[in-house]
């Protein structure tokens, strides 16, 4: 008998490398030279820039001990100062997630004159110094202030009390959720909407039925870079926060103070707490956004 030949693949089918050939790669190849040297020059960038550091403060904190550590993180200051510095900046966060996205639908869906001034304003924070933005808002909100002088009677103080801390992270973190929202929204097919509308949907059911949906993981997403700025906050909030211990003193400040003390270790044991809650705030944030992608079908 002869030898068997192998019968001509199907027309359609696609063609697989020979098995000596076939092999596993933890990656796709690319038309652009170059992925090693790019992929190294990453890494090490990261490590310089950020895994070093971090390296180097959970080191220094893990050298104080577990007896000295749990000393200074369950000090009642701390722990007030912790809670200031946090609850404010969820606070903050929240805010924008509801004002941000308010301001990106303006900007996207309308227009009107003077519309790149304000569109210009949004990126303001980015460029003005934070300590110049503190002063100003405690000018604005202070009892004697521009708005602050309004609530004075009414026994309202929004200057020196948690209420101004969150207005100045307000402030200095809204372009964070209206950069992140405004591309999403002007990417969205209005075709999808009017849709809606011919099958006789309101406008809110459209809004709350086939917008906000599709804007969710960039919500997410704004809530989380938000909140990043706004925990670790130190310039614009110490002018207008009073700094009272256990009422509106934020962690940031009071690593600052236990520096001027050369107290190391404490300051140590603060950014230490403060990376570990920031890490696992924003962890949960983004397993909520893959959730929620998986969820809404954003994923492949």
Same mark, same amino acid.
């Given at each position: 008998m002869?030898?068997?030949?192998?019968l $001509?693949?199907p =027309?359609?089918?696609?063609?697989?490398?020979?098995a000596? *050939? %076939?092999r596993w790669?933890?990656?796709?190849p690319?038309?652009?030279?170059g992925?090693g040297? %790019?992929?190294g020059?990453a890494?090490?960038?990261? @490590?310089?820039?950020v895994l070093?550091?971090?390296?180097?403060l959970?080191w220094r904190?893990?050298?104080l001990?577990w007896?000295e550590f749990?000393?200074?993180?369950?000090d009642?200051?701390l722990?007030?100062?912790?809670r %200031?510095?946090?609850?404010t900046?969820?606070a903050?966060a929240a805010v924008? +997630?509801?004002f941000g996205?308010?301001v990106?639908?303006v900007?996207?869906? /309308?227009?009107?004159?003077?519309?790149?001034i304000?569109?210009?304003?949004?990126?303001l924070?980015f +460029?003005l110094?934070t300590a110049?933005a503190?002063i100003a808002?405690t000018a604005i909100?202070?009892?004697?202030?521009?708005?602050?002088q309004?609530? #004075?009677p009414y026994?309202?103080?929004?200057?020196y009390?948690?209420a101004?801390?969150?207005i100045a992270?307000?402030f200095?973190?809204? $372009?964070?959720?209206? *950069?992140t929202v405004q591309?999403?929204?002007?990417e969205l097919?209005?075709e999808?909407?009017? +849709?809606a =509308?011919?099958?006789?949907?309101?406008r809110l #059911?459209?809004?709350?039925r086939?917008?906000?949906p599709?804007?969710?993981? +960039?919500?997410l %997403?704004?809530?989380?870079? @938000?909140?990043?700025?706004?925990v670790?906050e /130190?310039?614009s909030?110490?002018?207008?926060a009073g700094?009272i211990?256990y009422?509106?003193?934020?962690?940031?400040?009071?690593?600052?103070?236990?520096?001027e003390?050369f107290? /190391?270790?404490?300051?140590t044991?603060?950014?230490?707490i403060m990376l570990?809650?920031?890490?696992v705030?924003?962890?949960?944030?983004?397993l909520?956004q893959?959730?929620?992608r998986?969820r809404?079908?954003h994923?492949?």
């Open positions: 002869g030898e068997a030949k192998a $001509p693949a =027309a359609g089918a696609p063609l697989r490398p020979p000596s *050939r %076939t790669r933890w990656r796709e690319s038309v652009i030279p992925f040297l %790019t992929f020059f890494i090490f960038y990261l @490590s310089l820039i070093i550091p971090l390296a180097g959970g904190s893990a050298s001990g007896a749990w000393r200074l993180a369950t009642p200051r722990v007030g100062a912790l %200031t510095s946090f609850w900046a969820g903050a924008n +997630a509801v996205v308010l990106a639908w900007l996207v869906r /309308y227009r009107f004159p003077g519309r790149r304000v569109d210009a304003a949004v990126d924070p +460029a110094p110049v503190g808002l909100y202070a009892p004697t202030g521009w708005i602050g309004y609530f #004075q026994g309202v103080r929004i200057a009390t948690p101004g801390i969150v992270l307000v200095v973190s809204l $372009p964070f959720m209206v *950069r591309p999403v929204m002007e097919n209005r999808v909407e009017e +849709a =509308a011919t099958l006789g949907a309101s #059911q459209t809004v709350t086939v917008v906000l599709a804007l969710v993981p +960039a919500i %997403t704004g809530l989380a870079l @938000s909140f990043g700025r706004a670790g /130190y310039g909030v110490i002018f207008i700094n211990p009422r509106s003193e934020i962690a940031p400040l009071l690593i600052y103070i236990r520096l003390e107290n /190391y270790p404490a300051a044991a603060i950014g230490a570990v809650l920031a890490f705030v924003l962890l949960a944030i983004n909520i893959a959730w929620s998986r809404l079908g994923d492949g």
